[in-house]
């Protein structure tokens, strides 16, 4: 039993840490390297959501087509008053997603959870998104 039992713990952390190693490289592309989506978020976040959700997605869709093929299932973005702005597969906003969300935007940490919907298991790595002068915009 504690062989199959060390062989999952293995398992679980390879691909745990894989998906990680994927949110830190989205996250160094898209907010620390290409300042570009945060000038898209200071500069519309006054705007209706609409306006601003059809700059984002403008933005995102080529880098969220490359990152699917690093087996993400999905990104959503989110005010700091917890509604979200952009989703790219289908909304999450179930009372889990909502609450990380919220604690992101307490703590101005990452937080990672599993979330469980029917058979299938997903690791949610939710990030702050800071401007330069380190002031909260938003999660991803």
Known sequence: MDFYKNNINI???????????????????????????????????????????????KYFLNSYTFYKTLELHNVSFYLLNNQEILNMEGSFNDSLTLQIVKDVIENKKDVEKFKIIGEKVYLIFSKPIFNEKLELLGVI
Do not use: A, G
């Open 11 to 57: 398992k679980y952390e390879e691909y745990y840490k894989n998906y990680q190693n994927t949110s830190e490289f989205i996250y160094y592309n898209e907010f620390v390297k290409n300042r570009e989506f945060i000038n898209i978020l200071e500069k519309n976040s006054k705007l209706e959501i609409k306006s601003l959700k059809n700059s984002l997605y």
